[in-house]
């Protein structure tokens, strides 16, 4: 009786024929299709209410601010919690915490039904950005759990993001058709199916957490505080800087306290017994290396867009609906790069394609800054460019800082890349942003400017452009440094092994 409970106990959490990871796409339909709903919901959230704004801001009596606030609020809770979450999802379980985040989705979702004030569509914003920081980095974690090859792995998280980028190009066509004949909640409700699609896939296909592949050290709370605290002022500091300019004191004292939080966040982790986030793990060069490259795509997609946006509206004098047919080569590029992804990792290996498609991404930059003032023809290969090298990063780094932690920590490791994205997204705006506020003078949204007005703004562009460009670089060039270190140290036969599977 001794030697079975011996082996009972022996055989916790160890897989069976039964549980063995899936050899096909097809295999995991059922957990990809809940996997896939969940980044839809991320991608899609905020693209399909901007076309309601005017109509909330209508009905509500919201000013201008709280409009802000009700997109706001949901990036500031989602990217200041993702790090918290995704650490305690490592300890409790990713499919436990994936679950518990698709009820309160589910939840908030259909409780903007109800909605009759402005501050409380703001809550129920804040609900859904702990939901999505619940959720998101899990979806990126559970597809790499679900298989045991990198090929597998790398094209199941290309389909994730797809079907995410398909929402995000449909989102606002999408939310104007809902608007014609349905009240704007309904663009907000629907979250509430997507959220049950997520959790039926989600608990039919994925296995329950095993026990030997969680985190068993605790939490620690004051790491979580300041982390949280990091992130969220590092989120909210671009927004004010354009939105209050230079001169104002405000955006100054978020970007010290943003600092002063990230300074007191390393003194914790590196004195802390149990840290939220073991800042080793983080230097591993494989792990930091892609954090870099996908810092870098994020800046770049952002500062990009919002440089081109005002650009072919304000100085090439193009109508909204323009404005949207000419930003179709990111969206189309965004969408269909997808099938570039295998054919170039099984061609140059994961380490190589990661670092290439961040070039590109500089690339872009380097085309819009130099040569964006000439003509359409540069804006639109800047966008294919910056489109192409952030396509493959999205998948690349994220599958890489997967491989370079270890299997108690992916979440974790999910919610660094999704936070890399959105503080780099926030502060390529913000570069932007400023320099178009120092270089140009008057009001830039005035309906017609002066001859020495347009030569400003294209000037500031340039910079603007240019800007992005050295940042960029500077990220790509620590990723790739990085990358050179740990190929000069050598891999092992669990990495070698890897590389094999992905071709």
Known sequence: MNVRRHEAVDNVGAPTEASRPPRSLREAGVALAGLSAVFLFEMLDNSILNVALPTIGRELSASTTVLQWVTGVYA???????LALGALADRVGRRKVMLAGLVLLGAASLATAFVTTAEQLIAIRAAMGVAAAMTTPGSLA?????FDEDGLRVRATTLISTVGLVGLAIGPTAGGFVLAFAPWQALLVVNAPIAALAYLGIRRGIPA???DELHRDPIDGAGALLGTAT??????????FVDAGTASPLPWLATAAAIGMAVLFVVRERSARHPLLDLELLARPLVSSSLAFKAAAGLATAGLGYLVTLQLQLDRGWTPAQTAMGMLPQ???LIAGGALIRPLVTRVGLD??????????VCGLAVYGLLGRFGYAWVALALVLVAAGMRVVGVVAGTNVMRGLPTDRTTTGAALVD??????????IAVSGTI????????IATSSWSTYQTTEFREAVTWAGLALTVLAAALVGWGIRATSRRQRGGSSPQSARRRASCR
């Open 209 to 211: 957490d095993r026990v």
């Open 419 to 428: 936070t890399a994205g959105e503080v780099t997204s926030g502060i390529g």
């Open 231 to 240: 992130i969220a002022l590092a989120l909210v500091a671009p927004t004010l």
């Open 436 to 443: 178009l506020a120092a270089l140009f003078t008057g009001d």
């Open 352 to 361: 190589k394609a990661a670092w290439l498609s961040a070039g590109a991404v």
């Open 76 to 82: 500031v809770v989602f990217g200041g919690l993702m």
């Open 142 to 146: 559970l597809a790499f759990r679900l």
């Open 331 to 333: 969206v189309v590029v």
